[in-house]
């Protein structure tokens, strides 16, 4: 019989993550062209840097991307991905505590940073790359489905839902579907709503409100709306003035049942969640 303890523990490689609260993961660009810090890590010692500072900020995944996703993003080779992202892998590896998650989509990554230390594939295409589903299965690791529509260079260009929360849950299933019909079983799968992928403000906001009803899934959701134009757009700010926005749907998405924060300002939102935590766990 599975115990209730076990439901909540998610194997990532050598490491564990409880699923029983909510993580903060710490994003790691290794890009020249990502909208918000590109180009501030692109040299190993400086990234490996940045991710211990967000590990003693309480950080407990990092994230490690190294092609741009960014609307109008332009595309990366197989090679240059993997030059990018394999070196500062395999160094957290050897030298953090931490579960390392790769933001790929890209077979030849996923394979070759699985032997380097990775435990998680985060692929915003939901491994609809030719080849994605195999390699992910090949690794055995975890993996993070996201909701988009298109490419990163078209996903703007006019998106249109009925209901974007309906089609969201619809777009997830299908995904996990094709994910069991490879041998990558439902408890090895995170999902992500893909706020600021393929999306208005409008769709982004009415998803962000509607979001408990994709807990119907029955998967831990991954929320990242870090520093993203939906802020932007609400509140009238420029990328370097969205922390207060960003940690308010920090709050909320916690609350909504959030299990993992994906977020560019990790201190303030590791103690947001200790705070809610707090108040949660009082008689």
């Known amino acids: ?13 050598n490491r564990v993550l409880d699923l029983a609260h909510t993580h903060v993961m ?26 211990e500072a967000m590990v003693a900020a309480g950080a407990t995944l990092i994230d490690v991307g190294g092609e741009s996703t960014r609307p109008g993003a332009r595309a990366v080779s197989p090679l240059e991905e993997l030059e990018r992202v394999a070196p500062i892998v395999e160094r957290i590896n050897r030298e953090l505590d931490v579960i390392i998650s790769v ?21 915003v ?26 490419e990163p260079g078209d996903m703007q260009d006019d998106p249109q839902y009925r209901d974007v929360t309906k089609e969201v849950g619809e777009f997830l299933a299908e995904r996990m579907a094709q994910c069991a019909s490879v041998g990558i079983a439902a408890e090895r799968i995170i999902l992500d709503p893909g706020f600021g ?32 134009s ?3 757009q609400a509140l009238n700010r420029p990328v370097g003035e969205r922390l207060y926005g960003g940690l308010a749907l920090a709050a909320l998405a ?10 560019h300002d990790v201190a303030e939102t590791v103690d947001l969640v200790r705070m809610i935590a707090a108040v949660e766990s009082a008689e």
Not at 28 to 49: E, I, K, W
């Open 26 to 51: 710490g994003i790691l660009n290794v890009t020249p062209d990502s909208f918000s810090d590109g180009g501030r890590y692109s040299q190993l010692d400086a990234a490996l840097r940045h991710a």
């Open 103 to 123: 933001d790929t989509s890209t077979p030849a990554v996923m394979r070759e940073t699985a032997r380097l230390g990775a435990g998680l594939i985060n692929d």
């Open 254 to 263: 916690s609350v909504k049942g959030a299990r993992i924060l994906r977020v």
């Open 197 to 228: 992928f393929a999306k208005t403000l409008q769709h982004n906001l009415s998803l962000f409100k509607h979001m408990e009803a994709l807990h119907a899934l029955g998967r831990p959701l991954l929320v990242g709306v870090s520093r993203k």
């Open 230 to 232: 939906m802020i932007g």
């Open 125 to 150: 295409r939901s491994l609809r790359r030719d080849g994605a589903l195999d390699a992910a299965a090949a690794t055995g690791l975890p993996v993070c489905l996201m909701h988009m529509l298109g």
């Open 1 to 13: 019989m599975t115990s209730v303890q076990s439901l909540t523990r998610l194997p990532c490689g």
